[in-house]
């Protein structure tokens, strides 16, 4: 790749800001990515989302001209990305906005001198789209750019009418600016026509009506633009190329994908190699904003992207996960333009590795039982629902991973059948319900007075008198009681915190609140009732304030670990999942690695520093929008309102937060880390605790220390040395211990030999092995396998009460087709009911019924001296 095309997209990136920097709009920075409602659209930069509300906004505004760079991430296309020469997974939009400032004429004349001027695009390589109803912009592309009228296309609504977020809100017609990648692409095709030859590379949107409930549109307040301009279509044209792919954007993966040792970038292999390479980039943007891989929503569509960029890799012959290798490339590529990039390589490449081992594990298998199940269904012409299922099921394939797939072997697929399967298995999963879920549903209510809506002012008061709504007794659990008020202090489990608890007091009864939740919009407190009987009137709810104090202090330092790990891990860093409780913390966060304890130390420290300088935390309220674009930290999952309630630390935390919090960071006291693993794959957990909780923790561990040094007779400082040498004396006692067992698996082994048989094609080993443990049994395996030169072994082992079945088999057996030790070691499994797998060289699998081994090994000796050219029978 030349140097000019190295550096081409980042040259037009840069002239676009340059040029409406110059037209007097304010500059917005490139974003973090937000999540939208669609989970497939999955993420646009959070700058950008407010603004269909600044066009309708009656208040007085910040600006009303702005440029940025919005990046976008959507799998809407996800079965196009690699087949077309325009569509990609993640892409960059040129974007320059007007909100009650200039309007179709200024927005039509500075683009086509940002086009034809700046860019330098031939005018007669142009041709532009307008909606079929808007006079004006047709005027001004006629009348005061010059156009002929043939090169000025009305279409309709589909494709020049640009609608609202919603049902209601701001919409307007667009006008397109289409470039001829010639001729030969389709001499008749025009703009708007499907094909390849007209690429659009500008939207230009003229948001003028703001739709109402009834369908009416009325004028905007504030009339406006909104441009698209994709960088990917633009810098190909400015390359001269008829394809994404071609561009510096993509051509250094691309070439690097090929030095991992891939097929040749040829015509039937190009698709592979763009999805690939497009599918990287999609991930490496996502797992930098901590958008992991999971089997639901944004999570099940990233892991959907690498899944399907791993199978493309397996296509063109690489067998060794690999995706984690380009990103290195992506990274290094876009990393000068997003530094997040680089800040989170570690990150990214970890995870990913993980991810595709974890897929690579059952791709091969799962291919083969395609092929299967495709040979068995050919004569239908299409694969079934229930194959769909279990190949999601057992194999981790997405149907329309596989839709591609069984395309590729002649078959469509039954997707509809799928999501029957799916559908079925969502009712079992919803018929295990625990039994008191079920009896929570079907609550005897009492009913004393209708409440509308239960009023929450725990944020200012502990304790309140209020009317008594209804009560209903808790399924088994005799004494206790769901109690709703009409207003209540206590807060109501949500967001991690649990629910409060204290005391409830009436007119001649007294009760415990022993937690609170909530259901059905309202608030349900949980009563055990300690003396008197329930009865219409006012009761006395009061929160236990010192329990409430506590999760307080957790909560708040909550946030700021959130913070900490962020500054001292990455950005990439988010919450996965928390409890906040009286007596400690939890919290579960994106992560690759486990941390060092050295950082575990700079995060606590930077925890304390906050603690200490005493900040008070800001309480305040703004819309969603507002928030996510002035970056405040929003949770991925969590369903917000248009109001939402923001809780920060000047200088270092801002989140969205419904919980109660501490005024100043001084009341948490202390912060103390307990603990830090990980709970599931790019998932680590950090158990805390604060306040008094800590103080006790620091007591109870120089009572740890002083009890140690009493069982080692010395003293703190000579504690660590004394361990080293404890354990390394235990290290050797424990290498004697395992030579002897060695020596006497060896004598095992020189038995086991006599009953191996040469056969025409190789040697055939089966028998049974007496071990003291488990723990050898590999290490078995890899000596039989290199001993055997040519063949097949199939061991039953006895190791204590466990019986495995291991099975290895020689590289050139594997290579001929003639056997894998993971087939060989199901199909002995399957003789007694059970399943096993592994590696094509080594597998076990456990033997359920003891008993039945000597028949297990009997049936398949006389199978695998076949396979090896022999009769069978003992010999």
Same mark, same amino acid.
């Given at each position: 790749?030349?140097? $000019?095309?190295?550096? @081409?997209?980042? /040259? ?33 930069? %959070? ?29 809407? /296309?996800? =079965? ?115 094909? /390849? ?12 009506? /703001? ?112 995706? *984690? ?20 390589? $570690? ?7 993980? $991810? ?20 068995? =269904? ?33 078959? =469509? ?23 008191? +879920? ?116 957790? *909560? ?5 670990? *959130? ?15 928390? @409890? ?46 507002? %928030? ?13 309102? +248009? ?77 660590? +040395? ?130 039945? @081994?000597? =028949? ?20």
């Amino acid at each position: 790749m030349s140097r $000019e095309m190295e550096r @081409l997209s980042r /040259d037009v990136r840069d002239r676009f800001i340059e040029f409406w920097r110059g037209k007097e709009h304010r500059i917005l920075k490139s974003a973090p990515l937000v999540p939208r409602e669609d989970p497939t659209l999955l993420f646009t930069s %959070a700058g950008m989302v407010p603004f269909k509300k600044l066009y309708a906004s009656r208040d007085p505004l910040e600006y009303r001209r702005a440029a940025t760079v919005q990046k976008c991430l959507r799998a809407t /296309d996800l =079965e196009e990305v690699g087949y077309t020469p325009r569509h990609c997974t993640f892409f960059e939009m040129l974007g320059h906005f007007s909100f009650g400032d200039y309007f179709k004429r200024e927005a039509i004349h500075w683009n086509w001198e940002f086009f034809t001027r700046v860019m330098g695009l031939p005018v007669e390589k142009l041709q532009v789209s307008v909606f079929e109803e808007d006079d004006e912009a047709f005027a001004i592309w006629r009348d005061e750019i010059g156009l002929p009228a043939s090169v000025i296309h009305r279409l309709g609504a589909a494709d020049n009418f640009w609608g609202p977020a919603g049902e209601t809100g701001a919409c307007g017609p667009s006008s397109e600016l289409y470039y001829d990648l010639g001729e030969d692409l389709g001499p008749d095709q025009k703009p708007g026509d499907e094909g /390849d030859r007209w690429i659009e590379v500008g939207n230009f949107v003229f948001p003028q009506f /703001d739709r109402q409930e009834d369908g009416r549109d009325l004028p905007l307040p504030n009339r406006g633009i909104d441009t698209g301009i994709g960088l990917e279509r633009l810098t190909m044209v400015m390359a001269g190329k008829r394809t994404i792919f071609e561009t510096d954007l993509f051509a250094p993966i691309i070439e690097r994908v090929g030095s991992l040792g891939a097929a040749p970038y040829a015509a039937d292999r190009r698709p592979a190699y763009h999805i690939i390479a497009d599918h990287v980039r999609a991930l490496a943007f996502a797992l930098t904003e901590g958008i992991l891989p999971s089997n639901e929503g944004r999570g099940y569509v990233i892991r959907r992207i690498l899944r399907r960029a791993a199978v493309q890799g397996h296509r063109l012959g690489l067998r060794e996960p690999f995706l *984690h290798r380009l990103a290195a490339t992506a990274v290094a590529e876009m990393g000068s333009v997003y530094p997040e990039l680089r800040k989170a390589e $570690e990150p990214i490449r970890v995870t990913l590795q993980a $991810e595709e081992e974890r897929f690579e594990a059952t791709l091969e298998q799962g291919l083969s039982r395609l092929d299967e199940l495709a040979g068995k =269904e050919a004569s239908d012409g299409r694969l079934s629902g229930r194959s769909l299922f279990m190949l999601y099921d057992t194999f981790g394939f997405p149907p329309d991973l596989t839709a591609v797939l069984a395309r590729e072997r002649g078959l =469509e697929v039954d997707l509809e059948g799928f999501e029957r399967e799916m559908d079925g298995q969502r009712e079992r999963s919803r018929a295990s319900a625990t039994f008191h +879920d079920r009896k929570d549903r079907e609550l005897e209510w009492t009913r004393f007075r209708d409440c509308a809506q239960v009023r929450f002012v725990g944020y200012e008061k502990l304790e309140v008198e209020a009317p008594l709504c209804r009560i209903a007794p808790v399924p088994e659990a005799d004494g206790e009681w769901w109690v709703v008020a009409a207003e209540t202090p206590f807060y109501a489990e949500a967001g991690g915190q649990v629910g409060d608890v204290g005391t409830i007091r009436g007119e001649g009864l007294a009760g415990t609140v022993l937690d609170t939740r909530a259901a059905d919009g309202e608030t349900r407190h949980r009563v055990r009732l300690e003396e008197g009987t329930w009865a219409p009137g006012p009761v006395r709810l009061i929160v236990d304030a010192r329990a409430r104090a506590s999760t307080m202090r957790n *909560h708040t330092a909550t946030h700021l670990l *959130h913070a900490a790990l962020r500054r001292h891990l990455g950005p990439h860093v988010t919450q996965a999942g928390s @409890l906040v409780a009286p007596d400690r913390l939890r919290f579960d966060f994106t992560h690759t690695g486990a941390m060092t304890p050295e950082q575990i130390e700079q995060v606590e420290r930077t925890v304390n520093e906050q603690v200490m300088a005493d900040t008070a935390v800001a309480i305040r309220h703004s819309t969603y929008d507002e %928030a996510i674009a002035e970056g405040v930290t929003a949770l991925f999952g969590e369903k917000y309102g +248009d109001t939402v309630r923001r809780i920060g630390v000047e200088g270092f935390s801002e989140e969205l937060c419904g919980g109660t919090h501490v005024s100043r960071t001084g009341e948490i006291g202390t912060f103390t880390i307990l603990s830090e693993a990980g709970i599931a794959a790019g998932v680590r957990r950090i158990e805390a605790i604060t306040g008094t909780g800590a103080v006790e923790a620091r007591l109870e561990q120089r009572r740890l220390v002083e009890a140690i040094r009493e069982q080692l007779r010395a003293a703190p400082e000579e504690i660590p +040395d004394r361990i080293r040498k404890v354990l390394e004396e235990n290290q050797k006692l424990k290498k004697e211990v395992a030579a002897l067992k060695t020596r006497g698996a060896a004598d095992e082994l020189a038995d086991l030999w006599r009953a191996g048989r040469d056969l025409p094609n190789g040697t055939l080993l089966v028998s049974e092995l007496l071990l003291e443990d488990t723990g050898g049994i590999r290490e078995v395996g890899d000596r039989i396998r290199a001993r055997l030169g040519s063949g097949i072994g199939l061991i039953g082992v006895r190791a204590g009460s466990k019986t495995t079945l291991l099975a290895v088999v020689t590289d050139d057996l594997i290579e001929a087709g003639t056997a894998r030790a993971d087939a060989v070691v199901r199909e002995a499994a399957e003789i007694a009911g059970g399943s096993g797998g592994g590696r094509p060289h080594l597998a076990m699998a456990g033997v359920k019924e003891a008993g039945r @081994l000597e =028949e297990i090994l009997a049936t398949m000796r006389d199978r695998l001296a076949g396979r090896l050219g022999g009769s069978g029978g003992e010999g």
